[in-house]
């Protein structure tokens, strides 16, 4: 108990502090699926294994009762999966810049279309409406979205899933450039693991309902990112 300056007893609140264990962390972080970030190609790419991949993760989706969140296109891999999870019924949300909206690339048959002013916008809005996180092939837009949650989850802004789904060997080289990192400690063996690897859309969706995050320190603030 201490004084005022006018003589009176003021109670002080106490200070609470929590520290974040790992076996805390496994509790906060979301065990059953309820959304996916999907992140992919605005075009078809040349193997067609790589639209039935989309197809087949689509149809996943929607018979496990989970949304898809992404980028809101018609055209491409986007496209293919979108339009996989509405055919089986799934919920999809699409977030898409007003500029990409104007340029005719929307899917205008989703179940809801967020559109934004910018690609930060975007990319924020996917994140936070996102349980875990997919990436399929893709070029640069698909791995600046992917790996910005990635280094989300590393630092502790998020504690969500992120997983590849290497499809044909298409990531190879990638996976390759993950262990020459850790090699030359740019990358922890720990932080480099925590990215979910399967080839099988149903392999991935299983695993990353059962992820288990990485201890690490918080160096960011949700605000901060």
């Known amino acids: 108990m201490s004084r005022d300056g006018m003589g009176r007893s003021c109670g002080l609140a106490p200070i609470v502090v929590l520290i974040l264990t790992s076996s805390l962390l496994e509790t906060i972080v979301p065990r059953n699926l309820s959304s996916v970030g999907v992140y992919c190609a605005s075009s078809p790419g040349v193997d067609p294994g790589f639209a039935e991949a989309a197809e087949s993760l689509g149809r996943l989706l929607a018979r496990r009762d989970i949304r898809l969140i992404y980028g809101g296109g018609r055209v491409g ?77 590393q630092l502790g802004i998020h504690i969500k899933p992120c997983g590849i789904l290497n499809v044909n060997g298409f990531f190879d080289p990638l996976l390759e450039l993950f262990k020459l990192a850790t090699l030359q400690r740019f990358l922890r063996p720990e932080h480099r693991d925590m990215v979910v690897i399967e080839s099988d859309p149903e392999s991935m969706i299983d695993r990353l309902g059962s992820w288990t995050p990485v201890a690490v320190d918080k160096w960011l603030d949700r605000d901060e990112r």
């Not at 919920?91 to 967020?114: C, F, N, P, S, Y």
């Open 77 to 153: 891999l986007m496209g293919v999966l979108a339009d996989a999870v509405l055919a089986e019924g799934g919920v999809v949300h699409g977030v898409i810049t007003r500029d990409l909206k104007e340029k005719e690339v929307a899917h205008l048959g989703l179940t809801t279309l967020q559109v934004v002013t910018t690609m930060h916008e975007r990319k924020a809005a996917m994140a936070d409406q996102s349980d875990a996180f997919v990436m399929l092939p893709g070029g640069f837009g698909t791995l600046d979205e992917f790996f910005e949650v990635v280094t989300w989850s």
